[in-house]
């Protein structure tokens, strides 16, 4: 069996100090977002528990679909990391960023600079420094852990994201040659490619990143992004389905008005047969509304929900 811990949208704090020209545009919007909402509903502390408890369920790896810092300030960059490290080594941790992580362009290429050792496919060596690095491959035995980077700088009161035409075809061959290896594919994308609906959130070339999926196929789509868990079955090849599961905010605390903070934990294990040869547990685990200690809230069986068994 492999045990999988999926983290997304810790937006960790508090703000850096920043020079004025820094706060011009965008970033003085989201940095009054941050000041007026978002600092009060998201906190170390409550992220510290949440840690604290993944390391008790001792995962095999860890996934984290970005949007770890807030406006794209320089110095937020290296919070990330920091925060990556307590997570564990490069090896045991991967990272695709968030439309936060690409806020503005002067910094939108900064994760992949300071993440690096996160978001590096098996045998690549050397910095990744811009968007060809995606989609990269980890294989952790049985299972293929495909990073994919929706992550493009918007205009004020947008956070939409953007696949594009040439990484989506890369994605295509990736899934085919992974499949043909009989692996579990776990595609891991910060914007849902099912189930957002808010316009100035989506994903915008969605549909086309669906019919990649529905060609070529995945066990598992991972995301973030929205802050409220959600599971959504979208069409794969050959009359099959497709989960896209979006875990909440890894920062919110028991009392947010959203969704209370929390991550997923995956339990994957080949059970042989013909057709679908997986068996995939999902565990909610986070704070009950109004509670302050870690539990598991939800297990559900992906895989009966994929193959209709």
């Keep these: 069996m492999f045990v999988l811990a999926h983290v997304t949208d810790a937006h960790l704090g508090p703000l850096p100090r920043a020079r004025f020209a820094e706060l011009a545009g965008k970033r003085a919007l989201g940095v009054l977002n941050w000041r007026r909402g978002r600092q009060h509903r998201f906190s170390i502390a409550t992220i510290d528990l949440l840690v604290d408890d993944i390391k008790a369920m001792a995962p095999d790896h860890i996934a984290v679909t970005g949007d770890l810092v807030n406006v794209g300030l320089a110095a937020e960059f290296a919070t ?94 990736v899934l085919d040659g992974l499949g ?39 066990e598992l789509v991972i995301c973030g992004h929205d802050h409220v868990p959600m599971v959504e079955m979208i069409p794969g090849p050959n009359s099959g389905l497709i989960p896209v599961v979006e875990a909440p905010s890894f920062a919110a605390g028991p009392e947010d008005r959203h969704w209370p903070g929390g991550y997923h934990l995956y339990r994957i294990e080949r059970v042989g047969g013909a057709g679908f040869p997986w068996r995939c547990t999902m565990e909610a685990r986070g704070f009950q509304r109004g509670e302050t200690t870690v539990a598991s809230r939800s297990t559900r069986v992906i895989t009966e929900a994929i193959t209709g068994r």
């Design 80 to 173: 990330g990391l920091n925060f990556l490290k307590s997570l564990g080594d490069g090896p045991d941790v991967t990272v695709v960023p968030g439309n936060h992580d690409a806020y503005v362009r002067s910094t939108a290429h900064h994760s992949l600079l300071n993440w690096g050792d996160y978001m590096r496919g098996d045998g690549v060596n050397g910095d990744v420094t811009d968007e060809s690095a995606f989609p990269f491959v980890r294989r952790r035995g049985d299972v293929a852990l495909i990073g994919v980077s929706s992550a493009i700088p918007t205009h004020p009161f947008m956070a939409t994201g953007k696949v594009g035409r040439a990484q989506r075809e890369r994605l295509g061959a």
């Design 180 to 218: 043909a290896e009989g692996l579990f594919r776990v595609v891991m994308i910060h914007h849902p490619p099912a189930g957002l609906r808010a316009g100035h959130k989506r994903l915008i070339d969605e549909v086309a990143v669906r019919d990649v999926l529905a060609r070529h196929g995945a």
